[in-house]
Structures are given as structure tokens and as C-alpha cells.
């Protein structure tokens, strides 16, 4: 993983509330092994028709946003299932960031886990960058992860929140396991102290083994 200080780009609005995981990844996309290919089913039954033709009235059909790089949601995004395979499919479709009122508790654990930036806002600023998106000229928006900012064109900054262990991922550039490494020290102080004060919880299963063979 990389060092993210800022996030910039030109957004696609997606005017849905309470779109669920398994919306933005079907389950006919969850058999493979590994995080691979998840790109094409990305809200695949809104891309798509049941005849699997394109529907150019949604907006990621549209060429406007084809290099879109953040998206915008209503309230309760990623709610339903807990499939990490939904923030995989995003990642691989080429978003960075998503800007929403509100997230489901455990998209957002995945998401801000694997350096899929969420950001929540007001309604009202949120109608405010979906109208802007919708403009054919419409200006990138610039998140600024280490001041907790979204910055556009023609709008007041705007604050957000973010966790300080979630802003840290994000600027050091680590997901979940290596920001747990990064306290190796303390764990092993930790351990060490915690097997010295209690000796007699240390490799029970082993010395019971031992002592049964």
C-alpha cells in the first residue's frame, strides 16, 4: 500500500439510498478464490439489463464520468451483507473515495481497511457536489486526508471525521494488519509482562498434551 495524503478527481453521483452490498456486488461474482475480476460485476443489475445490454441511462454507463475516480452516495451506503467483496469490486473499478451521508457499520470497517477513503457529509453538501457532478464541466473534487477537508470549486470547504487510527492507515500508507504491526513493541512488552506476572496460563494445551501422552 501506498502513502495517501490527497485524494482528487471528478465524481460520479449515484442518487440511491440504502444501496446494499449485494447491489454493488452480486452474488454470481463471489466464486472465485481470490480478489480478482471483481471489477465487472460492480453494481452489475444497474450496469446492466436482464439481457446483459448496457443501460446507458446509469451514470457509470455514461462517458461523462468514465474516469471517475470518487463517488457519490446517499444515506446508509454498503448496508445488507458483509461482503468485503463489494469494496474489492469498487477498488478495481478504479474508485478511490467515496463521499456519502451516511455507511453501513461494517462497509465502512472493510472500506477505510483496504484504502477505500470514506468521507460522510451533510445531505445538503451532498446535494450541493451531486448537483456540480452533474454539470458537464463539472470541477474535480479535492479530499484532503491529513486536515480532514473536501475541497471543490464554486463551494465552501467542508470538514469531515475520521478516527485517528483510520487517518494514520491512510497517511502511512498500511491496512489493518500492518498498522497492528507497527506496534510490534508494545505487543511484545506486553506478552512478556503478561506471561511473567502469569506463568502458569503459558502453553497450557502443550504441557497438558505432554502430560496425557
Not at 15 to 39: C, E, V, Y
Not at 69 to 97: D, I, K, M, P, T
Not at 156 to 164: D, E, G, I, L
Not at 184 to 206: C, G, M, R, S, Y
Amino acid at each position: 500500500m501506498s502513502t495517501i495524503q490527497t485524494i482528487q478527481g471528478k465524481a460520479a453521483p449515484i442518487r440511491i439510498d440504502n444501496l446494499d452490498t449485494d447491489q454493488i456486488m452480486p452474488k454470481q461474482f463471489l466464486r472465485g478464490i481470490d480478489k480478482s475480476g471483481l471489477a465487472e460485476g460492480l453494481l452489475y443489475d444497474l450496469r446492466y439489463d436482464s439481457q446483459g445490454q448496457v443501460k446507458p441511462d446509469f451514470v457509470l454507463n455514461q462517458a461523462q464520468y468514465a474516469t471517475s475516480s470518487l463517488l457519490l452516495g446517499g444515506s446508509n451506503f454498503g448496508c445488507g451483507s458483509s461482503r468485503e467483496h463489494a469494496v474489492w469490486g469498487l477498488l478495481q473499478f478504479g474508485f478511490r473515495a467515496i463521499i456519502a451521508v451516511s455507511f453501513a457499520e461494517i462497509f465502512y470497517s472493510n472500506a477505510m481497511g483496504n484504502q477505500l477513503l470514506l468521507v460522510s457529509l451533510p445531505l445538503a453538501q451532498i446535494e450541493r457536489l451531486m448537483q456540480l457532478s452533474e454539470q458537464t464541466d463539472a470541477p474535480e473534487i479535492v479530499i484532503d486526508i491529513a486536515n480532514l477537508e473536501v475541497k471543490c470549486n464554486g463551494l465552501p470547504t467542508m470538514s469531515f471525521q475520521a478516527s485517528q487510527r483510520h487517518q494514520e492507515m491512510f497517511l502511512k500508507g498500511v491496512d489493518v494488519v500492518g498498522m497492528s504491526l507497527s506496534y510490534t513493541e508494545e505487543i511484545n512488552a506486553f506478552a512478556q509482562t503478561h506471561w511473567e506476572q502469569q506463568p502458569w496460563l503459558k502453553d497450557v494445551a502443550a504441557r497438558m498434551k505432554a502430560r496425557l501422552a
